[in-house]
């Protein structure tokens, strides 16, 4: 354990096990939900749900909104590559490959992350240690998620919509590496802020791509 951080507790690593289970389990609900509803409009659609709540909570926490627009610059950002890209690419490449192997593609997110960390940030090297992690946690992922799919569908599919996965891989990192910035903000105003900038600019984005109505 480094000096200076608290062993978790149960209930840490109890939500930690939540968490993955609901991280975990979204590939197959984006699976089927983009059979039904186009990627854009599923992606305005989770982030309106996911707004309203983020905001009552935030509500009855005592949560206050930026007031000023340049204050939300940074928010839009972490909006665009950590919500509104990610999200809408990722169905997209569920459009013809499986929910087992957009889990394996997005993978790839640790690898960008160090990589994007090594080059803009001055305090995260790659080094040997934590190069050889990351192998270590993207072995584990194909450990997990290949024997839950079907034999031989591993990498079926499109190059593109495999492509798709991966450059929302990329998107995920470019907003964990971006967020350095807001690392005084509390997480409760970063997630709740970014969700609601991306969620008003996927629902236009959605009336006119995809029609809804119809």
């Not at 009552?56 to 950590?82: D, E, H, K, S, T």
């Not at 690419?89 to 192997?101: A, R, Y």
């Not at 992922?141 to 839950?148: A, G």
Request: charge should be positive.
């Amino acid at each position: 354990m480094p000096r200076g951080l608290a062993a978790p507790s149960a209930g840490d690593l109890a939500f930690l096990f939540l968490l993955s289970a609901i991280w975990g389990s979204s590939f197959l609900f984006i699976k089927v939900a983009v059979v039904h509803i186009p990627p854009v409009s599923l992606t305005a659609l989770r982030l309106v749900v996911a707004g309203i709540i983020l905001c009552a909570y935030g509500f009855f926490r005592g949560q206050r909104m930026p007031g000023q627009a340049r204050a939300w610059r940074p928010y839009l950002v972490i909006a665009l590559f950590g919500n509104a890209f990610p999200f809408t690419l990722v169905g997209i490449g569920e459009l013809e490959i499986d929910s087992g192997q957009a889990a394996i593609l997005l993978g790839a997110m640790p690898i960008f992350t160090l990589l994007l960390a090594h080059y803009f940030t001055h305090d995260e090297p790659i080094t040997p240690r934590r190069a050889a992690g990351i192998m270590v946690g993207l072995g584990g992922i194909l450990v997990l998620v290949i024997p839950t799919t079907t034999p031989g569908a591993q990498f079926t599919g499109g190059i593109l919509f495999q492509l798709a996965v991966v450059m929302a891989a990329l998107s995920y990192a470019i907003a964990t590496v971006y967020g350095r910035r807001l690392a005084h903000v509390s997480p409760l105003l970063i997630t709740t802020a970014s969700t609601l900038a991306a969620a008003v600019i996927m629902v236009p984005a959605s009336l006119i791509l995809d029609g809804p109505w119809l």
